[in-house]
C-alpha cells in the first residue's frame, strides 16, 4: 500500500492556521509528522514537552567554529509548526524536522554569500499575502487574512482538510510565473528528499508542515536526479551546535525585523487562548492596562467599546470584529481620542513582551549556564521589560551585581546600561542601571564562550585579547577602567604593560589629553572596591607630565576647529589633575603649564601663537583656581580687547574666558565694562562675521546671568574704569532690613535677642551705619 502524504501548507506564525493544524492531525493520525525546520534541531525536540518549556522559545543554531555565523527560528504558542511538534512529542509520532540543513547556508556565510544572516526564512519576491488579498479585491492584506484564517473557527462536521486545499490551489496560481530563487528551489528539492525517505521507512500517513508558499513544489514528483542537482550546487555543510533559548513576542514582530514576523504577537496570543469571543476578555486586559497608568476607565467603558468595535465591523462588511476595529473603539472610548494612550495598549498588548523559557538541562555552553548560575544567585532575574536598578556598592550583593553587569558589557551583552542616577548623591558608592533582556544575548553569549568557560573567566580573557590587539591609548585606559569597576585583578597586569608601553611611544598630546581623565577615574572608582592602583597612579602621573610638557606647542597654530576639540581636551585635563592628587607640585607645574598657554599670543598672525579660545580658557582656569587675580584678569581681558588685536581673536578669548560660567561679570562690572565698551567699537562690517560666535558665547550663559547683564547694559553706561557706585550714591534702609534679622539669626543658629533688642543694628551712639547697596542690587 503507497503512503499517503498530506501537505498542511500555513502561515508561521497565526491562530488560525495553528487550529487548522491541529484539527488536521486529529482526524488524519499520522504516523510521521514532517516539519520545515533544520534537521540539527531533531535530537532536542523532545524537551518541547518539557515542564519548563514555556513559549516564545527559539532554536538557536551557529556555526561550532564561528558562534556570529548563527540563525533563529521562533515558535510561538500559536505558531502551527509549535502545535505539529507537541502532538508528535506527546503522542510519541516520529517528528523529524525536513528543511535545508542550517549547515549548508553557514557554508555559504563563510565563503561571502549571506548564510549567516540573523534569522530563517528567504525573502520572497512578492508578498503571497499581499497579493492574494489584492486579487481578492481587499487594500489590506493582514485584514484580509485575518478574517479568511485568522478569526474562521470550523463549523461542526466540517472537513479538517479544506483549508489546507484551497491553500495550496491559491499558491498553485501565485507560483505559475516561477519567480521563487534558487536558494527556494533548493530547500524544496532537499524536502521531497526527506518525504521520500519517509515513505522508504515504511510510515504510511505521513503529515507535512510547511510554509503555505512551499506547497505546489513539494506536491510536485519531479526525477530525484532533477533534485539531486539542485543540491549538488550547495557547499559543504559546516558542524552545526544547536539549542533553545528563550525568545519575546516582541521579537516576533516585523517592527523588530523577523522577516516571517506578524504585527500583532499579542494580539494572535489572545486568539489562540479564546474560545469564544475575544473581544470583552482582550478589553478588559486593555482597561486594565489604562487604569494601572491612571487613566479613568471603567466598566461601563469596557461595554461600549465592545458595542462599538462589534458596530464598525458590521459597517465594513467584516464576519467579527478585527484588529482595527477594536483599536478604532479602544482609541474612541477608553483613550478619549488620544493616540498617546493608545500607543501604550498597542505596545503592551497587540506586541506584547512576553518572554518563554526553557529547560535547565537544554544544551547550552558552560558560559550560559554560569551567567543563568549568577542571575539565580543575585537574585537578577533577565525580564524584557526595560527596569531601572540603583546599586550601593557598599553592600555585597549590590558590589557583585556591578561586576557580572560591568563583565558582560566587556563582553558585549549589554543586558544592563549606565543611567543617570535618580538617587540624590554625589557619592562613587552609588551606580544605577536600567537592565533589559533581549533574546539576541544568547548569541553574544555564544561568541563570548571563545573566552572562558564562567563569566570572570571569559571577562579577562577578552580584556587582554582586547589590550593586545589596541592600537589607541584611549581604548586601553578605557579598558583599566572596565577593568577594576568589573573586579577583573588579574586581567589588569597584562593590559597596564601594554598601557605603559603605548603611553612610552606615544607622542600626540590630544591621545594623552584622551586617555589621562579615564586613568584618573579608574584610579578614583578604585578608591571604593579597595583595588591596589599603585601601577595605574605611576603611569597617571607620567602622563599627566607629558601633557604638561607637551601642551602649548601642540595648542599653536591650531584653526578654529582645532582649537574647539582642545579645549574640550584641556577642561578634561584640568579636571583629572584636580582629582589625581599628588600634592601641590603637580598643581604648581600645571598651573605654570598654563600660564605658558595664556602667554602665547599671536604676533605674525593666527599661525604664530595660541588661539584666542585658549588663552581666554587658560586665563579662566587660573582665575577659578585662585592662581590669578581678578585685577590681573581684567587687564587681560583688556588688553584683548583693545584696538590692536584682531575682533576674531578677541571673540575667542571671551567664548574661552567665559565658558566656565558668566557670573563674574556680575561680581566684577569692570569686566562687564570692559565687554560692553569693545563690543559697541567693533565696526559693523566686522560685528556681522563676529555675531555667530558672539551668540553661541552667550547662549551657554546661564539663563539668570544673561537676564541681569541685560539689564544692566540696558540701564545705561558702563564705565570700565569704575568697579561700581560709590558708597554715597546708594544706601540701605535699616528699619526695612532689621526685620529679616531675627529670621537671619534663627538660620544662623545665633541668640534672636541680640537681633531684637534696642539699638539692634545701630552702630556707636545708636546711629545705625550707612551700608552700601550692592550694585545694580535692591536695598536689602
Known amino acids: 500500500m503507497s503512503a499517503e502524504v ?38 532536542i525536540l523532545g524537551l518541547a514537552a518539557a515542564k519548563d518549556m514555556v513559549p516564545p522559545v527559539a532554536l538557536l543554531a551557529h556555526a561550532a567554529d564561528d558562534p556570529a555565523r548563527a540563525a533563529f527560528w521562533p515558535f510561538a504558542e500559536f505558531s502551527p509548526e509549535w502545535v505539529a511538534i507537541r502532538y508528535a512529542v506527546d503522542r510519541g509520532v516520529p517528528l523529524q524536522f525536513v528543511d535545508l540543513p542550517a549547515g549548508h547556508s553557514f557554508a555559504e556565510g563563510a565563503e561571502g554569500g549571506d548564510g549567516g544572516a540573523e534569522e530563517e526564512g528567504t525573502a520572497l519576491p512578492r508578498d503571497p499575502i499581499a497579493r492574494l488579498a489584492e486579487a481578492a479585491g481587499h487594500d489590506d492584506p493582514e485584514r484580509w487574512w485575518e478574517d479568511v484564517v485568522e478569526h474562521r473557527r470550523p463549523a461542526d462536521g466540517e472537513d479538517a482538510l479544506a483549508p489546507f486545499a484551497a491553500v495550496a490551489e491559491a499558491m498553485a496560481v501565485l507560483r505559475e510565473d516561477g519567480a521563487e530563487s534558487l536558494r527556494d528551489r533548493q530547500r524544496e528539492a532537499y524536502m521531497r528528499g526527506r518525504i521520500r525517505a519517509a515513505r522508504r521507512a515504511g510510515h504510511r500517513r505521513i503529515a507535512v508542515v510547511c510554509g503555505a508558499f512551499h506547497v505546489p513544489a513539494l506536491a510536485r514528483t519531479p526525477a530525484v536526479a532533477e533534485d539531486r542537482a539542485l543540491l549538488a550546487g550547495l557547499p559543504k555543510k559546516v558542524r552545526t551546535e544547536i539549542t533553545w533559548v528563550p525568545w519575546t513576542h516582541r521579537r516576533l514582530s516585523q517592527l523588530a525585523g523577523y522577516g516571517a514576523g506578524i504585527v500583532s504577537p499579542g494580539w494572535y496570543h489572545h486568539l489562540h487562548r479564546t474560545d469564544g469571543d475575544p473581544l470583552p476578555g482582550w478589553l478588559t486586559r486593555a482597561a486594565g492596562l489604562l487604569r494601572a497608568e491612571d487613566h479613568p476607565v471603567s466598566s461601563a467603558h469596557v461595554i461600549e467599546a465592545v458595542r462599538l468595535a462589534r458596530a464598525l465591523a458590521g459597517l465594513r462588511g467584516r464576519p467579527l470584529a478585527g484588529l482595527t476595529e477594536t483599536l478604532d473603539a479602544v482609541r474612541a472610548v477608553m483613550c478619549e481620542g488620544s493616540d498617546v494612550a493608545l500607543a501604550l495598549v498597542q505596545d503592551r498588548l497587540v506586541i506584547g513582551d512576553a518572554l518563554g523559557s526553557v529547560p535547565e538541562d537544554a544544551p547550552a555552553v558552560p558560559l550560559q549556564r554560569d551567567l543563568a548560575r549568577l542571575q539565580r544567585t543575585l537574585r537578577l532575574k533577565p525580564v524584557p521589560e526595560p527596569r531601572d536598578l540603583d546599586l550601593d556598592l557598599r553592600k555585597e550583593t549590590d558590589a557583585a551585581r556591578s561586576r557580572l553587569l560591568h563583565r558582560l558589557r566587556l563582553l558585549g551583552v549589554d543586558w544592563g546600561v549606565p543611567v543617570r542616577s535618580r538617587v540624590a548623591s554625589t557619592g562613587t558608592f552609588r551606580e544605577s542601571w536600567r537592565l533589559c533582556w533581549q533574546p539576541e544575548f544568547a548569541v553574544r553569549i555564544a561568541e563570548a564562550a571563545q573566552w572562558g568557560t564562567t563569566v570572570e573567566r571569559a571577562a579577562v580573557g577578552k580584556a587582554v585579547g582586547t589590550a593586545r590587539a589596541a592600537a589607541e591609548l584611549a581604548e586601553l585606559t578605557g579598558l583599566v577602567e572596565t577593568c577594576l569597576v568589573a573586579g577583573l585583578a588579574e586581567a589588569l597586569p597584562a593590559v597596564m604593560r601594554a598601557l605603559a608601553d603605548l603611553a612610552a611611544l606615544d607622542t600626540d598630546v590630544a591621545h594623552l589629553a584622551r586617555a589621562l581623565p579615564a586613568l584618573v577615574r579608574a584610579l578614583r572608582y578604585g578608591d571604593v572596591r579597595g583595588t591596589d592602583h599603585g601601577a595605574l597612579g ?11 610638557v607637551g601642551l602649548p606647542p601642540a595648542c599653536t597654530g591650531l584653526d578654529a576647529a582645532g582649537a574647539g576639540v582642545m579645549r574640550a581636551h584641556l577642561d578634561e585635563v584640568h579636571a583629572a589633575i584636580g582629582l589625581l592628587g599628588g600634592g601641590d607640585d603637580l598643581a604648581d607645574r600645571w598651573a605654570g603649564t598654563l600660564r605658558s598657554l595664556a602667554r602665547r599670543e599671536p604676533s605674525g598672525g593666527p599661525a604664530t601663537g595660541v588661539p584666542g579660545l585658549l588663552r581666554g580658557r587658560a586665563v579662566r582656569l587660573l582665575l577659578d583656581d585662585g592662581r590669578l587675580d581678578p585685577a590681573e584678569a581684567g587687564r587681560r581681558l583688556g588688553l584683548v580687547l583693545s584696538t590692536a588685536n584682531s575682533p576674531a581673536d578677541a571673540a575667542g578669548w571671551v567664548e574661552g574666558f567665559l565658558s566656565g560660567g558668566g557670573t563674574l561679570l556680575l561680581h566684577d562690572p569692570r569686566l562687564l565694562g570692559l565687554l560692553d565698551a569693545w563690543l559697541t567699537g567693533v565696526p559693523a562690517e566686522v560685528f556681522t562675521d563676529l555675531l555667530p560666535l558672539l551668540r553661541r558665547t552667550f547662549a551657554t550663559l546661564e539663563a539668570g546671568v544673561r537676564h541681569t547683564v541685560g539689564s544692566r547694559v540696558a540701564a545705561g553706561p558702563l564705565d570700565a574704569g569704575d568697579a561700581g557706585p560709590s558708597a554715597e550714591a546708594a544706601e540701605v534702609d535699616l528699619d526695612r532690613a532689621g526685620a529679616a534679622l531675627p529670621v537671619v539669626a534663627l538660620l544662623l543658629g545665633l541668640p534672636t535677642a541680640a537681633a531684637t533688642g534696642p539699638g539692634a543694628g545701630a552702630g556707636p551712639g545708636g546711629e545705625r551705619p550707612r551700608i552700601p547697596r550692592q550694585a545694580g542690587g535692591r536695598d536689602t
Do not use: F, K
Open 538 to 548: 605611576e603611569v597617571a602621573g607620567g602622563i599627566a607630565d607629558r601633557i604638561r
Open 6 to 43: 498530506t501537505l498542511l501548507g500555513v502561515r508561521h506564525h497565526g491562530p488560525g492556521s495553528a487550529r487548522a493544524v491541529a484539527a488536521a492531525l486529529e482526524r488524519l493520525r499520522p504516523d510521521a509528522v514532517l516539519v520545515e525546520g533544520p534537521p540539527e534541531a531533531e535530537p
